[in-house]
């Protein structure tokens, strides 16, 4: 059923001040890649750096790319541990998104990829410079804003994505780096079935 709000939950101050430096000094370290995708057609950097972490088998594609994970570091998966203690949220892949400034942005999408198990829900953590996190209903467009700052986390529960696109829009007054952390439940395998 349609409805005026998304199934989300917001979690301000999720990760102790402690905890999000300790993150932030292991991000650091990240690959993160500037990748090329194509999008009708036309092949475009994306705006932003991502990287990929995550169980064996657990690939990723999108817009015609596909990424296999690299393993957990430490305090990542530390991280999927509490996720999984204090939310009761399981998880086998996360991808790091790293916007360097408002500048960097995510266009509108849904993460409603094949890979992702059926039903499942995505756990979303912020740290760094506060930014808005829009959500878009995808039929009667009502959109809804969430402030989402250091430490925070905002689960999107089930039926979320089929219902709802989000995205993060440029915000040039903002001039510090932000690091996003999307934990996913994949299915393993998918891709080499
Ligand atoms: O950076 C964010 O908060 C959004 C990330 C996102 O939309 C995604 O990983 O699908």
Redesign the pocket.
């Known amino acids: 059923m349609d409805s005026l709000l998304p199934p989300v939950t917001h979690i301000e101050q999720f990760l102790s001040a402690k905890q999000q430096q300790l993150l932030m000094k292991e991000v650091v370290s990240y690959p993160l890649e500037r990748v090329e995708i194509e999008v009708y057609g036309k092949k475009h950097l994306i705006p932003r750096t991502q990287a990929w972490f995550g169980d064996p088998g657990c690939d990723y594609r999108f817009s015609k790319l596909q990424i296999s994970p690299l393993p957990w570091p430490a305090v990542l998966s530390r991280l999927r541990h509490k996720l999984r203690v204090d939310h009761h949220f399981d998880s086998n892949a996360v ?1 790091v ?1 790293y916007y360097a400034n408002g500048h960097d942005c ?1 266009g509108w ?1 849904s ?1 409603d990829e094949p890979e992702i198990v059926s039903g499942s829900a995505i756990a ?1 953590v ?1 740290l760094g410079a506060e930014r808005d ?1 829009v959500v878009r209903h995808k039929h009667n467009h009502n959109k809804v804003n969430f402030a ?1 700052g250091s430490g925070d986390l905002l689960i999107m529960h089930a039926g979320m994505q089929q219902v709802w696109q ?1 995205g ?1 829009p440029k915000r040039l007054k903002v001039t510090e780096p932000r690091v ?1 952390f ?1 934990f996913r439940q994949i299915v393993a395998g998918f891709y080499s079935r």
């Open positions: 991808l998104n995510m999408h993460d979303s912020t996190f989402l989000h993060l996003n999307t």
